[in-house]
């Protein structure tokens, strides 16, 4: 073998060495990881991607984040050194008019809040799991009746439901009584809500205070309630039996008589 090789040869086992050095150097300083699994569950929802994000804590925070589509699954890896533990939050930021629900499981102590999966004590080799469903939140208005000087029970009110744009409902008139509220299910995207107005078909037999019903704010997720205010209008004549109406037309007749003989000369 002549001399030239030799020395390349050298000169690549020189590079390979130190290029190991580098990587068993480069390895000490990451240290080993922990993995986290994410799974998002789909429920009833139009939702197509949702965001997760994991921040993990201590020893610098780091944060990773994805779309994935319902019913998907993704992993993500953080180095973790020797000697430390992280606390890492696994979870999505919460989205108008779907509810998030949260299971965790693995090698971490896991605790379940509003956020997300929350590991604590994450170490290397720790392999951790959260599942995220995902389900629309009903939205929902309901109209009761109050009745004032009423001393039976009135026939049913018809009531009406007038909100801007932006949402979906079977709008249709509802009856609504005292016993007998009366609502509409409602979609609504906007994450500030919309304006609704609740408004009733007015009888002679009744006024309406529907101030209640009024520049009603309904924000996803919302169970909304009012209350319509009917006060019972009773003409005089309705206040009398038969009996009453007889003593009514005896005192009309009187009162006619006694007229006409001071008119007579």
């Not at 993990?56 to 699954?73: K, M, Q, T, V, W």
């Not at 709008?171 to 007998?180: F, H, P, V, W, Y």
Request: net charge negative.
């Amino acid at each position: 073998m002549t001399g030239w090789v030799r020395m390349a040869m050298k000169r690549v086992c020189r590079m390979l060495a130190a290029s190991q050095l580098l990587f068993a150097v480069a390895a000490w300083a990451a240290g080993d990881s922990a993995s986290f699994t994410v799974d998002v569950k789909l429920g009833e929802t139009p939702l197509e991607l949702l965001q997760v994000t994991l921040i993990c804590y201590e020893d610098g925070a780091r944060s990773l984040s994805a779309n994935i589509p319902p019913g998907d699954s993704r992993s993500f890896s953080i180095a973790v050194r020797e000697g430390v533990e992280l606390t890492c939050l696994l979870g999505a930021l919460p989205i108008a008019g779907q509810r998030l629900s949260f299971l965790g499981d693995g090698g971490s102590l896991v605790e379940l809040t509003d956020e997300g999966c929350l590991f604590s004590g994450v170490k290397p080799g720790h392999a951790n799991f959260c599942q995220i469903t995902i389900e629309s939140q009903q939205t929902s208005l309901t109209v009761y009746k109050k009745w004032i000087g009423a001393s039976e029970r009135e026939a049913d009110a018809e009531v009406r439901l007038h909100c801007a744009a932006g949402f979906a409902a079977d709008a249709g008139a509802r009856l609504i009584n005292q016993d007998k509220p009366g609502g509409w299910e409602l979609a609504i995207t906007a994450a500030d809500g919309i304006e609704c107005d609740v408004f009733e078909v007015e009888r002679e037999d009744f006024r309406a205070d529907i101030s209640d019903c009024q520049d009603l704010i309904i924000v996803p997720g919302a169970s909304e309630e009012c209350t319509m205010v009917n006060t019972k209008v009773v003409k005089m004549i309705q206040m009398l039996n038969r009996y009453g109406l007889v003593v009514m037309i005896l005192v009309f007749l009187a009162a006619g008589m006694i007229a006409a003989r001071k008119m007579m000369p």
